[in-house]
Nanobody, 128 residues
């Protein structure tokens, strides 16, 4: 059973940076597409970024483009989310998620229902 654990969250000032990690255990990430999601207080969980099983296709929400970068290191069984130029509106709990992706599916999705496995989340707070 694949398990995901996020880390790297914390308190950062406006314009600062953080790198979130999503470490997998119980299974290799080989063959899985991975997504990062976030949920701000009083809002629904939304997709931020994803990377396909091969690591050669990524997708970003409009709010993330140009500031967030997703990457995966299958040797380390870890996926990262580099977040730069952070804003107060980025404050949220950040979750990583995984879904086993068939060979014929080159893409990755940003919908909650696209994923089967979820981590417990890590809090990111951006002060103004």
């Amino acid at each position: 059973q694949l398990q995901l654990v996020e880390s790297g969250g914390g308190l950062v000032q406006f314009g600062g940076s953080l790198r979130l990690s999503c470490a997998a255990s119980g299974s290799t990430l080989d063959g899985y597409a991975i997504g990062w999601f976030r949920q701000a207080p009083g809002k629904e969980r939304e997709g931020v970024s994803c990377v396909n099983r091969r690591g050669d296709i990524t997708n970003y929400a409009d709010s993330a483009k140009g500031r967030l970068t997703i990457s995966r290191d299958d040797a380390e069984n870890t996926v990262y989310l580099q977040m730069n130029s952070l804003k107060p509106e980025d404050t949220a709990i950040y979750y990583c998620a995984a879904v086993f992706s068939p060979l014929f599916q080159p893409m990755c999705g940003l919908r909650n229902r696209d994923y089967d496995y979820w981590g417990q989340g890590t809090q990111v707070t951006v002060s103004s």
